[in-house]
């Protein structure tokens, strides 16, 4: 544990786990970017404030190397599956080659007997390929990264932070137009961000965790702090349905006080070229908006126009706890409008006499639901029409 958080993976074990809850923020920040043809670069715009994710911005909140990869490195090369490439992976593992991520986390934790030097290994390509590069929902070791293994001092040199970045941000952003097979890549991207689960794969909590830093008020709708670490956490496993929701980004978003870091600065020490691309596109518009960034100037709503209007329109209201009453067709005062549930939920238990009082008042509503029930009919037979209602 000492060699690990002495690595460049130690950085990960102090993210504070109210950060890295869910992933509405995460989604929410990928409905609100910029199209734009930069390769590397994300602008999702937050409360009429842009805010830039790009690999500065990952390397600084992960604490991942971001340097430039060796000359003719991919992060798409793998290792032929050749024996001898598999001779270090039997040593390692064992001669399953379709083990999975989690079947190492079961081989570290029941073998108290397991060498200190397998157990490490076995740790790091748990956090590489479980953690900061799955490319599947069922992570898979990469054979590459098994090899990468023998030496310890090259698996911790490793730019692991440009790796993971590089996989997170392609799912991130719409596709390159490609005639006869993607004319529309932004309608098919807004197509995808619609649907009810959308897959990505790196390590997207980094765009989480670069808005609750560049967001404060996110952070302040999150509640608690930030004491609870990855390291210190009593859990065996993060609460899957926990963090922001959509109703507290939107209300994030309409704080009048809404305050957005726009980009970060690169800090501490490191080589030339760090959090820079060779290859990255040139875009007109995102260099005129970093000019606006330099010069000052305030960002509001109204400098934003366009965006994909498929879904229907969200109106924001503050939640009225009291109870609402309305009239109904005749002057005739309605009732307080009840949520729907189940009968037995609006007979508590100090309310209820006896079991048989209780069954009886059951078989009365029931009767009153058939006796409703016949009368829609001898109301269609008649030719009138019928309005749907609840039973209260």
Known sequence: MAQLLDSC???LFSLPVRRLLAGKVVHGMLTRQVVMKKKYEMWPVFGGKPLRFSLVEFGEVTGLPCGEFEEGYSIDYELSPTEENYAYWE??????????????????????????????RLCLIIIVDGVLVPTSQKPKPSLKHVNLGKNLKKFFAFQWGRESFLWAIRPMKQGPKEMGKCEDPNGEFCKKL???????????????????????QLPIQAGG????????????FLPQHAGLTVYDLRKAEHDPGLLVQHMMEITGTHEEQWGVWDDEKYDKKV??????IREGHVFSKSDWGGGDAGEPFFVYRVKNDKKRKGKAVGGVTAGPVLKQRQLSGYFTRGSLVDAEEHSR????????GTEVLRLKVVVEKQGGSWRSGRLS
């Open 9 to 11: 993976f130690g950085r």
């Open 91 to 120: 040593k390692l593992i064992g001669t399953d080659r379709d083990v999975l991520v989690e079947d190492l986390v079961r081989m570290v934790l029941e073998d108290a007997l397991m060498p200190g030097w397998r157990k490490l």
């Open 194 to 216: 619609r649907q009810k689960s959308i897959r990505l794969l790196g390590f997207p909590q980094a765009l989480q965790l670069v808005a609750f830093e560049a967001i404060p």
């Open 225 to 236: 702090d930030d004491s609870v670490t990855l390291l210190n956490y009593p859990g065996k």
């Open 287 to 292: 260099d005129y908006l970093n000019g606006l």
């Open 361 to 368: 008042m059951v078989a009365r509503v029931e009767e009153l």
